[in-house]
Nanobody, 124 residues
Framework: QVQLVESGGGLVQAGGSLRLSCGAF??????MGWFRQAPGKEREFVAA????????SYADSVKGRFTISRDNAKNTEYLQMNSLKPDDTGVYYC???????????????????WGQGTQVTVSA
């Protein structure tokens, strides 16, 4: 059974940091990403990383503050979030896809697998 399991969310004051983790079980993935959904808003892209980690992409709102990484030996991706703002509050979702043997652009917005989400709350 394929599963993505997020962890590391919590409550933090503005200016603080959190590190999210996403463990992938059941298969390996090419591109992995993070999305978030704030209350009353649509889910939005946060960051993505290629299979070897050589390519990354970030939403403008998090550039310079968030860093995505992955450890393929552990089948895990991470999102280091620094200088957090109240606007970063939301449920953060891990996403992944498997396109081994096919082209896989990091900018492609389609993902096949999703985690259950982890809550991040940033207080002012």
């Amino acid at each position: 059974q394929v599963q993505l399991v997020e962890s590391g969310g919590g409550l933090v004051q503005a200016g603080g940091s959190l590190r999210l983790s996403c463990g992938a079980f059941g298969r390996t993935f090419t591109t992995m990403g993070w999305f978030r959904q704030a209350p009353g808003k649509e889910r939005e892209f946060v960051a993505a990383i290629s299979w070897r980690g050589s390519s990354t992409s970030y939403a403008d709102s998090v550039k310079g503050r968030f860093t995505i990484s992955r450890d393929n030996a552990k089948n895990t991706e991470y999102l280091q979030m620094n200088s957090l703002k109240p606007d970063d509050t939301g449920v953060y979702y891990c996403a992944a896809r498997n396109r081994f043997g096919r082209s896989d652009s990091i900018d492609d917005p389609e993902y096949n697998y999703w985690g259950q989400g982890t809550q991040v709350t940033v207080s002012a």
